[in-house]
């Protein structure tokens, strides 16, 4: 006999507005516990530093959180000129101190070089692993770490403000696997200048953005579950970038069995026309509630996640 899952059976998203020196495995207990929900994960982890937008899944959204590991996200931030420390924001411990001050003009002028793919180096303080040690647990030992330049796509960047000499503040627009850290590293010493960072917003992951986050501080005002589940996104939020397909009622039991179903040509040909290049995931749909995520082949529709979903008030 299957165990229990301890909770209720919430599915849903929470796009929260996470607040600074709060861990994202933290952040998502929090969550978990305010709708008491089976399951729970993130999408992309935000620094304890950093403050804005950490997608929680709740129940069947976790499916779903793959989707959202691969998608682009903005962030705003703020370099403090004058000093250099270890980690690159303003916890570390300074390793060099410089008087220049890069003007704004100059900072623009120079901003186009880091946009489009380029070569980044991780921060040493990063996650990534070096034979089978976290970077951040060999640096802070004390060991020398090398990590290798890996391709990253940055599609915009652009100076926001200038609150003075010392701070200039930036916004950039990635692809996944993007430092802001190094970004800053990168472009204080194209500049010849130090500087950290000493602020970090994450303003939007995929879908999630600000006009749709929440704060830890309003979920608990709302108090019960009830009113909680007003701030939950559907699980089909994190799909919106994945071609959907209205089926019958039969073909979503067939695909709840882990069965194919069969196209007729022209959903092939309306299918192929909105896939991105290179994917063939489409979301099959009962009145605007995902079914299945499936591949397309052979003119098949074939499972590869099913969800257990009821419309709501259902």
Sequence with gaps: MARRRK?????????????????????VSRVRRLFNA?????????????????????????????????????????????????????E???????????SVAEVEAVLPEFVGEIQQIPPIFSAIKVDGERAYDLARAGETV??????????AARVVSAPDADHVEIEVECGKGTYVRAIVRDLA??????????????????????????TLELLEELGDKARCLEA???????????????????????????????????QVEALKARLTPGTRTVSAMV????????????????????????????
């Design 146 to 155: 090398e990590l290798k330049p890996r391709a990253v796509t940055i599609h």
């Design 38 to 90: 089976q399951k729970a994960g993130h999408a992309g982890t935000l620094d304890p530093l950093a403050t804005g937008i950490l997608p929680i899944a709740l129940g069947e959204g976790t499916k779903t959180v793959s989707f959202l590991v691969d998608a682009d996200k903005a962030y705003r931030f703020t370099i403090e000129w004058g000093r250099t420390t270890a980690s690159f924001d303003r």
């Design 287 to 314: 009145d605007g509630i995902v079914v299945a995520l499936c591949e397309m082949r052979a003119g098949k529709l074939e499972p590869s996640r099913v969800f257990h979903l009821e419309k709501s008030g259902d």
């Design 7 to 27: 909770g209720d059976a919430i599915s849903g998203w929470v796009c929260l507005d996470k607040p600074y020196d709060l861990g994202s495995t933290h952040a």
């Design 189 to 214: 010493e194209r500049l010849g200048a130090c500087g950290h960072v000493s602020a970090l917003r994450r303003t939007r992951v995929g879908p999630f953005d600000e006009a749709k986050a929440i």
């Design 232 to 266: 939950l996104l559907p699980v089909e939020t994190a799909l919106d970038d994945i071609p959907e397909l209205a089926v019958t009622t039969e073909d979503a039991f067939k695909l709840k069995q882990g069965r194919p179903i069969v196209l007729v040509p022209r």
């Design 92 to 102: 570390g411990v300074t390793t060099a101190t410089s008087d220049v001050r890069p």
